[in-house]
């Protein structure tokens, strides 16, 4: 099994980042093959252009999303690691799932947006916020960001949606024990849900 992180945040010593390496080592400890697509560290350019656009009469994906594209297209899980900002993920991230998983690779078959293309393949998502995680339930943030970046993503592109874990009250200075604890239950997650007896 494949499993592609996608992580979304700039800091590369971050607690995402830490909850990223936890995912990988629980897959790899599984048997399976990993590929983290840290998109500032690669520096990906989030912004669709216009001849990126489906309708476009010239429409051409542009190199580096065909690229990426290659590198997920034997993917079987695909899991975004990313922090609310403005109660809502990254600019970076949406950018991400606009080019890379747009019409053509994640749907659009024979021209029809409607048809999924990732059918059989997984989705989860693991989410930090440094409001507590009571008030982003409260807010409706985490119930709107559930509908949208994940069973309507997962939806349109035919996935499988797994689990989605969220981690709040991630401040500067968090103890190293809440760290330890948080970044255990991404990989007893993962255990649990990509074990071979799944």
Request: aromatic share 10%; net charge neutral; glycine share 10%.
């Amino acid at each position: 099994m494949k499993h592609v992180i996608i992580l979304a945040h700039p800091n590369r010593h971050s607690f995402n980042a830490t909850l990223s390496a936890a995912y990988a080592t629980a897959a790899k400890l599984l048997g399976d093959q990993v590929l983290l697509r840290d998109l500032y560290g690669l520096d990906f350019k989030p912004v669709l252009q216009q001849g990126e656009m489906p309708l476009s009469p010239n429409f051409h994906p542009g190199d580096d999303v065909i690229a990426e594209r290659a590198l997920l297209a034997d993917a079987d899980v695909f899991a975004l690691v990313y922090p609310l900002w403005l109660n809502a993920p990254p600019a970076m991230l949406k950018g991400y799932l606009e080019r890379v998983f747009g019409f053509g690779f994640a749907y659009g078959r024979g021209g029809r947006s409607s048809e999924p293309l990732l059918t059989g393949r997984k989705l989860i998502s693991i989410t930090t916020s440094g409001a507590p995680t009571h008030w982003v339930q409260e807010t409706g943030a985490l119930d709107a960001i559930r509908t949208l970046f994940d069973r309507y993503f997962a939806e349109l592109c035919g996935l499988t949606l797994v689990d989605h874990l969220h981690f709040g009250g991630i401040v500067p200075g968090i103890r190293d024990d809440a760290v330890q604890r948080m970044a255990n239950e991404v990989a007893e997650t993962i255990r649990r849900k990509f074990g071979r007896n799944k």
